[in-house]
């Protein structure tokens, strides 16, 4: 006890001179440091205590423990890659087995088309007759190769080849059966498209449209922010600001040859006060556009009938504004339309389908919703009333008096008032 005792006051500070305690100190301190005039650090105090103990060291967060997000490949058809089986061969029996039987039943579906391919050129008339014997054809030619894992492997990255029918067949039935064409058709026909501006629609043409992303709700972040385009889910609400610009449209057809198609763009929620309903107004007419599987999927900007923006009116129920891509009968004849943009306001859609030849039994179709905001106004005071062409055949305004023509707002009329009589007479005398 008395060791550890004498020990204990040893690591306490001195604060007496003491000659025996201060020999016992000394001999246990560590060397000063040297007193070159090139060192810069400041002397320590000899009488301070040293501790023999190490201090403790920081614990390193340990890199098994850090978790990183998976980084899939960028694929597509400019960084094209290979498909790889996922276990190398003879690791899994079942699957090497799996994986031959399917190729040995290509091969033989294959077989047979080349087969029936060579009877129809030597012409040699099959016993179903020659036009059934050409669709048989096409239906070998696409499962002869659409079980095969590198195919489906591509088609799924998007990597299809749509000059090859195996890739169209793919691409098409996942356009129908996955829920696109679904969600589509549905929303058409909940929101009263189908009828309200034709009386049938099938699609058959996959068509995709881009916008920018909304603007953030703050002011100061809308100018600084930088907003990126993404896709639009058929029958959403848009803000008006989004739509300010043409939107980027994407169409994927599954025919080889090229055909031409139409596009319309048309508001049928626009209020006509003459008798108490509702008229279609045109914004945007793209007539003559080449389309085939192998052709660029975005449409090309150039228009007959420019661009207008959507601009709802104050006080109206939510517009559905609508894309139709329709095809022409004749799929090699162009539309004849007159010089300069059409007349937009009480647009007829059927009327023109008609009278143009133009198909409803395939195309494609979307449609997005939108009310009235300030974005709207605005559109009004510096799109529409500062270019009166695209007022053109507005009912009783004429070109010089269509800068002056006030944004128009609409609601119930302001009931009568009982009391108006006695409020214009005075109460006391």
């Given at each position: 006890?008395?060791?550890?005792a004498?020990?204990?006051?040893?690591?306490?500070?001195?604060?007496?001179?003491?000659?025996?305690?201060?020999?016992?100190?000394?001999?246990?301190?560590?060397?000063?440091?040297?007193?070159?005039?090139?060192?810069?650090?400041?002397?320590?105090?000899?009488?301070?205590?040293?501790?023999?103990?190490?201090?403790?060291?920081?614990?390193?967060?340990?890199?098994?423990?850090?978790?990183?997000?998976?980084?899939?490949?960028?694929?597509?058809?400019?960084?094209?890659?290979?498909?790889?089986?996922?276990?190398?061969?003879?690791?899994?029996?079942?699957?090497?087995?799996?994986?031959?039987?399917?190729?040995?039943?290509?091969?033989?579906?294959?077989?047979?088309?080349?087969?029936?391919?060579?009877?129809?050129?030597?012409?040699?008339?099959?016993?179903?007759?020659?036009?059934?014997?050409?669709?048989?054809?096409?239906?070998?030619?696409?499962?002869?190769?659409?079980?095969?894992?590198?195919?489906?492997?591509?088609?799924?990255n998007?990597?299809?080849?749509?000059?090859?029918?195996?890739?169209?067949?793919?691409?098409?039935?996942?356009?129908?059966?996955?829920?696109?064409?679904?969600?589509?058709?549905?929303r058409?026909?909940?929101?009263?498209?189908?009828?309200?501006?034709?009386?049938?629609?099938?699609?058959?043409?996959?068509?995709?449209?881009?916008?920018?992303?909304?603007?953030?709700?703050?002011?100061v972040?809308?100018?600084?922010?930088?907003?990126?385009?993404?896709?639009?889910?058929?029958?959403?609400?848009?803000v008006?600001?989004?739509?300010?610009r043409?939107?980027?449209?994407?169409a994927?057809?599954?025919?080889?040859?090229p055909?031409?198609?139409?596009?319309?763009?048309?508001?049928?929620?626009?209020?006509?006060?003459?008798?108490?309903?509702?008229?279609?107004?045109?914004?945007?007419?793209?007539?003559?556009?080449?389309?085939?599987?192998?052709?660029?999927?975005?449409?090309?900007?150039?228009?007959?009938?420019?661009?207008?923006?959507?601009?709802?009116?104050?006080?109206?129920?939510?517009?559905?504004?609508?894309?139709?891509?329709?095809?022409?009968?004749?799929?090699?004849?162009?539309?004849?339309?007159?010089?300069?943009?059409?007349?937009?306001?009480?647009?007829?859609?059927?009327?023109?389908?008609?009278?143009?030849?133009?198909?409803?039994?395939?195309?494609?179709?979307?449609?997005?919703?939108?009310?009235w905001?300030?974005?709207?106004?605005?559109?009004?005071?510096e799109?529409?009333?500062?270019?009166?062409?695209?007022?053109?055949?507005?009912?009783?305004v004429?070109?010089?008096?269509?800068?002056?023509?006030?944004?128009?707002?609409?609601?119930?009329?302001?009931?009568?008032?009982?009391?108006?009589?006695?409020?214009?007479?005075?109460?006391?005398?």
């Amino acid at each position: 006890m008395f060791t550890l005792a004498r020990l204990r006051v040893l690591r306490v500070p001195i604060s007496r001179a003491n000659s025996t305690v201060g020999t016992l100190s000394s001999a246990t301190s560590t060397p000063p440091p040297s007193t070159s005039p090139t060192s810069d650090a400041p002397a320590s105090n000899p009488a301070e205590p040293v501790s023999s103990t190490p201090s403790p060291k920081r614990r390193s967060k340990s890199r098994r423990n850090i978790k990183y997000p998976p980084i899939r490949p960028s694929i597509s058809l400019e960084r094209p890659r290979e498909w790889n089986p996922p276990v190398p061969p003879g690791f899994i029996p079942a699957y090497d087995e799996a994986v031959a039987y399917i190729r040995a039943d290509a091969a033989a579906v294959q077989a047979e088309a080349d087969a029936l391919r060579l009877s129809l050129e030597e012409g040699e008339a099959p016993t179903e007759g020659v036009k059934d014997a050409k669709k048989r054809l096409e239906v070998l030619e696409v499962m002869a190769q659409v079980n095969l894992p590198e195919v489906r492997w591509k088609a799924t990255n998007g990597m299809a080849d749509m000059s090859q029918k195996v890739y169209r067949h793919l691409i098409e039935q996942r356009w129908r059966n996955e829920g696109a064409l679904d969600l589509l058709m549905e929303r058409l026909y909940q929101m009263h498209v189908i009828p309200d501006i034709l009386p049938v629609l099938q699609p058959s043409v996959d068509l995709r449209v881009v916008f920018p992303n909304a603007p953030p709700k703050d002011v100061v972040l809308r100018a600084r922010t930088k907003r990126k385009t993404a896709p639009v889910e058929a029958g959403v609400f848009l803000v008006n600001e989004q739509t300010r610009r043409p939107p980027k449209l994407y169409a994927t057809v599954f025919h080889p040859e090229p055909r031409l198609y139409t596009l319309l763009m048309v508001d049928p929620d626009v209020p006509a006060e003459e008798n108490q309903t509702f008229k279609t107004y045109l914004h945007w007419l793209q007539p003559n556009i080449t389309l085939s599987a192998t052709s660029a999927g975005l449409l090309p900007p150039t228009a007959h009938t420019p661009y207008l923006p959507p601009h709802p009116a104050r006080r109206t129920p939510y517009h559905r504004y609508v894309l139709l891509l329709l095809p022409h009968a004749n799929p090699v004849a162009k539309l004849s339309l007159p010089q300069g943009p059409l007349q937009r306001d009480a647009f007829d859609v059927r009327q023109f389908v008609e009278e143009h030849a133009l198909r409803t039994d395939g195309g494609g179709a979307f449609m997005w919703r939108a009310v009235w905001d300030e974005d709207s106004s605005k559109i009004w005071r510096e799109v529409i009333s500062e270019d009166p062409s695209y007022l053109v055949g507005e009912v009783h305004v004429g070109l010089i008096h269509c800068a002056e023509k006030p944004e128009p707002r609409y609601g119930y009329p302001p009931k009568p008032d009982p009391y108006a009589a006695l409020k214009s007479v005075k109460k006391y005398a």
